[in-house]
């Protein structure tokens, strides 16, 4: 079954730390793939999207995404947090070779300590 | 103005009754869907629309029913609330043609007594 898993629930950083957060995904095809991030109280928003070509995706507020297909990963990545990324981060995928849904992994929440 | 707006933001009802969630786009989208997000379980798709003549059953449809009143419009209804459909939920909108990235509305956090 096709699945996206974001192996860790909670992360905790320091400011000015960098970032790299988990996601694999399970599918026949590589699928598009995309980060969300959710702040407090409010609805999701995207970070970042793949869907072909260069594996190495920016997206807003400074992050990034490397897509590895050998590992079936798409890890977010920022080189210093500041305290505004504290929030929750969702890895998504969906199969656009059939009229498929996304699937959202869990999530992870992702905490900055000053 | 929002894209995607969801009325009310906030809502208290009693076990039993029926209660309305409402969702509108401008977006021009004829993809929509209902989620509902509870900690630890990340988001679940209650309902799915492809266009206005399309509805389809998510993981967690059991106590919910939908109407896609018009491509703008896509309401959610909860026949008989019970109290473990206490949750935040989500609506939002895709595009075939924008690679299926999804627009969220800013959820409607929902208290069943």
């Known amino acids: 079954a096709q699945s996206v898993t974001q192996p860790d629930i909670h992360i905790t950083v320091s400011e000015g730390a960098s970032l790299e957060l988990r996601c694999n995904y399970s599918?026949?095809?590589?699928?598009?793939l995309f980060w969300y991030v959710q702040s407090p109280g409010q609805g999701l928003q995207l970070l970042l999207k793949?869907?072909?070509?260069?594996?190495l995706v920016q997206g807003i507020k400074g992050f990034e995404a490397e897509f590895k297909r050998s590992q079936s990963s798409f890890n977010l990545r920022k080189p210093s947090v500041h305290w505004s990324d504290a929030a929750e981060y969702f890895c998504?995928?969906?199969?656009?070779?059939?009229?498929?849904?996304?699937?959202f992994g869990k999530g992870t929440r992702l905490h900055i300590l000053p | 103005d929002a894209d995607v707006t969801q009325t009310p933001r906030n809502r208290i009802t009693k076990t039993g009754k029926r209660i309305m969630l409402e969702c509108s786009q401008t977006?021009?989208?004829?993809?929509m869907y209902w989620y509902r997000q509870d900690p630890g379980l990340g988001l679940r798709l209650i309902y799915y629309s492809f266009d206005v003549k399309d509805i389809n059953k998510g993981e967690i449809s059991d106590g919910y029913s939908v109407s896609r009143q018009a491509q703008a419009k896509f309401s959610l209804s909860l026949e008989s609330a019970i109290p473990n459909q206490t949750a935040l939920y989500f609506c939002a909108t895709s595009d075939l043609g924008g690679g299926e990235t999804q627009y969220f509305g800013p959820g409607t956090r929902l208290l069943v007594l």
């Open positions: 977006k021009g989208h004829d993809r």
């Open positions: 599918y026949g095809a590589t699928p598009y």
């Open positions: 793949y869907f072909s070509g260069d594996t």
């Open positions: 998504a995928a969906v199969n656009l070779n059939r009229d498929d849904k996304i699937i």
